[in-house]
């Protein structure tokens, strides 16, 4: 099957002050920042994309940083929380850590067979350290954690919902899912074509409110797909299913689809074409502000308006 999806590819959240976002994600958990970019929408506004340090598809965390943004709220109709993959026996590492540097944290606890640590980004952000989940052994993330602590990009997603039945069958039916575990409400399914960032948890939670998409939160999922080909023929299969999906949409590292998965959630499935090395190199990642095309003629007001970071 050529439109396989593989996997994740990045998630994307809402945060609030840009420094104190960039802070966290790259001086407390070590990730890289591997594009600096502004908004598609609102260009006045931030995009950061944290990841490793190649900018591979599977480790990509991004944020629209939006300052005056009002708190969300965890809930059904959402993706509620992140999980990263981090080396076996690592976890007393990063618990002293989040309590050396305030940050708010469950200690850790056991799931699906699996030990992870639960913490809280500085808006509220849910996310998750899962030990030992690290299958290809992505190196690790040059800068301040130590090598065999590492984060190795994602783990997987889980997505909260009022009914999971739907959901499931998109998965298993055209993202190449296949469940793997269960537990009490919680159902694992696993990418059939990826080997790392492959889960997805479909929490069942009927009698929970919905959630609210603002600081804190994720705002939309993006599974991998090879090439443009193959992410348009996901694209016929899935609007002859009656998915309202949009056209092909060019976001200059990857091409994207997004629409609505039948519990509420956004969900876009992106290329791994053309990647962030386009207009950087390997050593430059991150150290430029890279605008989208249509706003290169506004790069000066756009400098002006974006909060400094220093």
């Known amino acids: 099957m050529t439109n396989t999806i593989n996997g994740i590819h990045h998630v994307t959240a809402i945060a609030g002050d840009a420094r104190r976002n960039l802070r966290f994600y790259t001086e407390i958990l070590g990730l890289r920042l591997v594009k600096k970019s502004v908004n ?4 006045h506004t ?5 990841g490793n340090a190649t900018g591979d598809p599977g480790t990509i965390l991004t944020f629209f940083p939006w300052q005056s943004i009002t708190p969300g709220r965890r809930g059904t109709r959402q ?4 999980a990263f993959a981090v080396p076996a026996g690592s976890l007393g590492f990063w618990l002293e850590r989040m309590k050396y540097f305030n940050v708010i944290y469950n200690n850790p606890a056991k799931r699906l067979d699996e030990e992870y640590l639960t913490i809280l980004d500085p808006d509220g952000l849910k996310l998750e350290l899962v030990a030992g989940a690290v299958p290809d052994q992505r190196p690790a993330i040059p800068g301040p954690i130590p090598a065999e602590y590492s984060i190795r990009g994602f783990h997987g997603v889980t997505i909260t919902l009022e009914g999971y039945e739907k959901t499931a069958a998109l998965l298993t039916e055209h993202f190449n899912y296949s469940l793997d575990k269960e537990h009490i409400n919680r159902y694992r399914f696993v990418s059939n074509s990826a080997t790392t960032a492959k889960y997805i948890d479909l929490v069942c939670a009927p009698g929970e409110r919905p959630g609210h998409v603002a600081g804190g939160s994720i705002h939309h999922v993006a599974f991998r797909i090879a090439t443009y ?6 694209h016929d299969i899935l609007a002859a299913k009656g998915f309202n999906i949009t056209p092909q949409i060019d976001r200059s590292y990857f091409k994207s689809l997004y629409f609505r998965e039948p ?3 956004l969900f876009e499935i992106a290329t ?7 207009d950087e ?14 706003y290169e003629e506004r ?3 756009i400098e002006k308006i974006l909060p400094p970071l220093v």
């Open 272 to 278: 791994d074409i053309p990647g962030f090395m386009i």
């Open 229 to 234: 080909e193959a992410q348009m023929e996901l």
């Open 263 to 265: 519990g509420g959630v």
């Open 281 to 294: 190199t390997q050593e430059e990642l991150g150290t430029h502000l890279k605008l989208p095309p249509q």
């Open 79 to 82: 993706a509620t929380e992140t």
């Open 299 to 301: 790069r000066e007001e």
């Open 40 to 43: 598609f929408d609102d260009p």
């Open 46 to 50: 931030y995009h950061f994309y944290f």
